[in-house]
């Protein structure tokens, strides 16, 4: 674009912009507030976006594409505003013109909410995925809930974590289409009886309570490309607002109640701490969802299909992210065989053609399992449905291995009065993959064992992706602008491309850029830090970073008690020679994990210690940052230069955040578990720093025993004296973490965090040293970045449509 066709351009957008102003708020440009500012921003973006949507689907509906649905739980798509802007190619037209009003563009992008639509990981990659995939002109959806209240803000009061509702929905939300005309009707409890209809066996469905789904369709606008694809969301909502009778009746209160009840269903987001929870408004939740989508699906499916379903499974992919849909298979089933008046044979095959589930935890605690009762009651036919799956499933199994009963009542779906769902995943689905390398090995090896036996071509493996777009073009742009300069652009379109940066590790001026755009991503989080915490840290420290929800497994507890070991040692030796640093952490802890809540009190008690010590000459800081989220992700991840990846072997399943922090040039710390293995290959050892015990080692120690934790802490004085200080006072008065203490000796310390603490103080050792050396340690960021192609959700994507989707 040339300068005069920009500036046309500009004038343009301008004149628009002004024009929304006034028509969203009744006011001048001059008079409105920056709220009516952003949502007139908002408008703008989407009117260009909604053109391009109805082409989308007018092309899907044409060519009849191959599509496919991520079914999940959770999406946390984080802000939009920002995104939508730059991949409609936008960014310098809005940012120059927004300036040359004389407003305030970062203002302006505030004013957005943070959907809190997910608990971390999970949600997350659902979000990268769909961004992927509209960048690569691939028709793929979300499909999953608009819940009315995101997790939960979190603060922090006293040093302790504090809830306060999430009410994201506040101010409205621009970038959805609310459908009622596309509503579906859900059907919870009742009863069901078979009749005979036109000589043919139905089952009928009586004395259900009806729920309205309501979809809201959110964009999802691609890359400079024309492809917008769309997350779907469901909202519940009663048939009539009031029952009508009762309220004549004078019953207010139970009018109302109804509704209160049926819109319980898409209100709240639950919180993920990996142990199960067989919450009956849960099951209503999956149910929900799966249904309304489903039934969606196969209703457009036909519309553009001359009304058949030929053909429904070579067209269709329905993947489910991880257990939460698993009654897709169920489902699906009773959709073909009682509404489209399919065969059981038929229907199973078109069920299992098109579903493909991923899993994303072996902690055997998250696995959901729901009471028999429960779903007979809620759900009668999909409870028959799985009881059918189930019977012909295992008599197959029983004809294939009869001498092995006590394996095959192991794969059983229903045992012990129980519906396993991943059981049901796995026999519903035509292939199931693990998220890393290692995790994927786990599942063939461990967790389902068993059933790999039986399917082993189902079994498939896919390593995680991150989108580069959001976390390191748009959270990053200083880099991405120095990337450009130097390698080309080429690597926005292939992340592979990045290698390049191979050829400047020895270019002292390209370095001392480099350095510069580090410094200046550290200075706008120490910005941050000041702004929030009121507390001063030295953007020339080591920025050491550990953000991700908070659990025992993810071990940020290891990461304390190394921070309160270094404190020590700067007590007993005020000159001892370290690099400053500066040890940030955020996370969310579940509100019922008490465990996890402690862990953040631990955090910042320390921090209290430590920041107020003047001794230390500021040599360490601690940060706890208050509700973590994608937005104060995006601002954290390019200030990096340690991350934090220090899970115990084997329970990670991958990891996302070592990706998005490798890709902006930190240096990961971590075990040899999840994606941390396949980051180690991707940039050889000398720029990873790795240590602890192996997943090996730790299924070991699991299975057969041979681990004390009293023996390591009876050895080592150093842990003996962090542990009395956890109970003795040092860390306030009246502050005891008697249970963190407990868990660690008495309770022999289920995830080795005094096991690895030798090998974690070694390994920081190391960090220290390099760190001080500034062109080593400049040289493995840059090697990083290099390295992170394969890290791409783009690569993610593509592995998908080869292996699983089958799509090219
Ligand atoms: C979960 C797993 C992670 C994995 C993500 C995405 O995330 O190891 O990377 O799913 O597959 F635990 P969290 O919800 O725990 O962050």
Redesign the pocket.
Known sequence: MNSSEKKKQKEAFKAAYINKIEEVSGDCLAESSVLKQYQALAELVMDDITTQWAKSNTKYNKHQNKQVYFFSIEFLIGRLLKSYINNLGLEDIVTESLKELGLDFTAIQEQESDPGLG????GR?MACYLDSSAAMDMPAHGNGIRYKYGLFEQRIINGEQVEVADNWLRNGYPFEIRKPDKAVIIKFGGTIHSEKINGNLTFVHENYEPILAVPYDIPVKGYHNETVNSLRLWSAETLEDFDLPKFNQGQFLDAVRHKSEAESISQILYP?DNGFDGKLLRLKQEYFFVCAGLKRIVRRYKQFNNNSMDGFSQKICIHINDTHPAMCGPELMRILMDEEGFGWDDAWKMTVESISFTN??VLPEALEKWPVSMMKSLLPRIYMIIEEINQRFTQEIYAKYPHDMERNYGLSIINNDQIHMASLAIVASHSING?AELHSKILREETFKGFYQVFPERFHSVT?GVTPRRFLMNSNPDLKDLLNESIGTQWQGNLFELKRLLNYLNDPIFSDKFNAVKLSNKIRLAEHIKKHNNLIVDPASVFDIQV??IHAYKRQLLDALHVLYLYNQLKENPHLEIAPRTFIFAGKAAPGYYYAKQIIRLINAIAKMVNSDKTLNEKIRVVFLENFNVSLAEIIYPAANVSEQISTAGK?????GNMKFMMNGAITLGTMD?ANIEIAEAVGPTNIVTFGLSSDEVSQYEKYGGYRSIDIYEKDPRIQQVMHQLIDGTLGFGLNFQNIYDSLLLHNDTYFVLKDFNAYVDAQNRVDQLYRNERTWTKMSMTNIAHSGMFSSDRSILDYQREIWKII
């Open positions: 608990n971390g990981g999970l990659l993920n994303h935890t998220v995680n991700k929800r990670e399943a991958s990891g996302t999840g």
